[in-house]
């Protein structure tokens, strides 16, 4: 299973993005028993797929492999940005992107035609392009505001500082997320909880 997931790990080194393989990866770590990997794998895929039944119930199961759990807390973030619970951003996208060319359409039929661009439908039109726009920024926003990290080693010490004589603070172990808060060469600054 570890041969085939880095066979499969090949693939996802193209410009490849899709769901099915990243899931494929993670079911291939997962039945090598890597459960940080595996949870990587299927974040991944969740970011394409997200409403996949088959990719959350492994996520699921991975998750109650990991032997850190975290305390569940408020996300305001995901109360804020619900909707990529039920649209992946290549949906979203693709809907800004229809809605732009419609409304573009619209605008060049009605100049020609002497009439005035911003009525009813045209408004209507107008306002769903850009919701879709403002969502579609929005998502991006969410995905790329402090990264978010699984620990893939079997163990990984948490210090207070940078130096290997700094504080050990805690222990991950594979599977875990955390918040990336900064990075510097070799070290990590991460949030945990």
């Not at 020609?112 to 009813?120: E, I, M, N, Q, Y």
Request: no cysteine; charged share 20%; glycine share 6%.
């Amino acid at each position: 299973f570890e041969e085939a997931a880095r066979s499969f790990e090949t693939v996802a080194q193209t410009p490849v993005r899709n769901a099915s393989l990243y899931y494929n990866i993670g079911n291939a770590w997962l039945k090598a028993d890597d459960t940080g990997r595996a949870i990587l794998w299927y974040e991944r895929a969740k970011l394409l797929a997200p409403k996949d039944a088959d990719l959350l119930y492994n996520l699921n199961y991975a998750e109650s492999r990991v032997q850190d759990k975290q305390t569940a807390g408020i996300d305001y973030l995901d109360l804020i940005f619900f909707w990529d619970k039920l649209f992946s951003v290549f949906w979203i996208q693709m809907a800004a992107a229809a809605l732009s060319f419609a409304f573009f359409i619209w605008a060049a039929v009605r100049t020609l035609a002497g009439k005035p661009v911003f009525s009813g439908f045209g408004i209507g039109l107008a306002s769903l392009f850009l919701l879709a726009v403002m969502l579609s920024g929005l998502t991006w926003y969410k995905q790329n505001q402090g990264q978010k990290a699984v620990i893939i080693a079997a163990r990984t010490d948490v210090r207070s500082g940078t130096a290997e004589s700094a504080t050990k603070l805690f222990t991950l172990h594979s599977g875990s997320r955390v918040r990336v808060m900064e990075k510097r060469p070799d070290v990590l600054k991460i949030q945990f909880s």
